[in-house]
């Protein structure tokens, strides 16, 4: 069982930037694949960020284009979404997700493929 706080949300205006963390319990945190989703009201869930076990790949959202960074310290048990450039249309709640996966160089990208989910954090951007 694993357990996913986010935390790092809030308002900024758009422009600026955000740091989303997410913190898992257990001691198997570097076997599952991590990810980023987010979900505006009215719309269906969507993946912003993947990032498989060892951190060494990773893969974004068409919509990111350069402005957000996934990463991750697998000695913290933490992944974190370094958010920068902010538009209005990136309000959403943003959940992290992890995956188990026996393979370290794996990221998953159908939100079915992840086991657990934290609350969500809200990232509201506006003027």
């Known amino acids: 069982q694993v357990q996913l706080v986010e935390s790092g949300g809030g308002l900024v205006q758009p422009g600026g930037s955000l740091r989303l963390s997410c913190v898992a319990s257990g001691d198997t945190f570097s076997m599952h694949a991590m990810s980023w989703f987010r979900q505006a009201p009215g719309k269906e869930r969507e993946l912003v960020a993947a990032?498989?076990?060892?951190?060494?790949?990773?893969y974004y959202g068409n919509f990111v284009k350069g402005r957000f960074t996934i990463s991750r310290d697998n000695a913290k048990n933490t992944v974190t979404l370094q958010m920068t450039r902010l538009k209005p249309e990136d309000t959403a709640v943003y959940s992290c997700?992890?995956?188990?996966?026996?393979?370290?160089?794996?990221?998953?990208?159908?939100?079915?493929?992840?086991?657990?989910w934290g609350q969500g954090t809200q990232v509201t951007v506006s003027s």
């Open positions: 997700a992890a995956g188990y996966s026996m393979y370290s160089d794996r990221y998953y990208l159908p939100d079915t493929a992840y086991d657990y």
């Open positions: 990032i498989s076990g060892n951190g060494y790949n990773t």
